[in-house]
């Protein structure tokens, strides 16, 4: 759970300081809740990024796929055999 902090904690969490007022952090959700609740932070709503249209096939398969473009334009085939051109 993000949280803001509405107030100034001493000490630290994890060997690091507590963020200051209006600083955000991270915490297991019944931490958070239990801050929130004492008036110590407020929740913070988290937005996830939105998807974009790209292509998220891995890059080893752009690239053969790219490859199997270039041969086909040259008239080649990418499939295993002998190398033969292809009629068109």
Known sequence: MRVRMKV??????GGQL???IGEEIDLPD???ADLCAAGLAEPVAVTKPAE???DKAPAEERADDDSEKQ?????????SGPARRRRQ
Do not use: F, Q
């Not at 041969?71 to 499939?79: F, H, I, M, N, Q």
């Open 8 to 13: 100034s904690v001493s000490g630290t969490r």
């Open 30 to 32: 019944g931490e958070g």
């Open 52 to 54: 974009t249209a790209v």
């Open 18 to 20: 507590w963020p200051g």
């Open 71 to 79: 041969a086909s334009d040259k008239g080649l085939s990418t499939e």
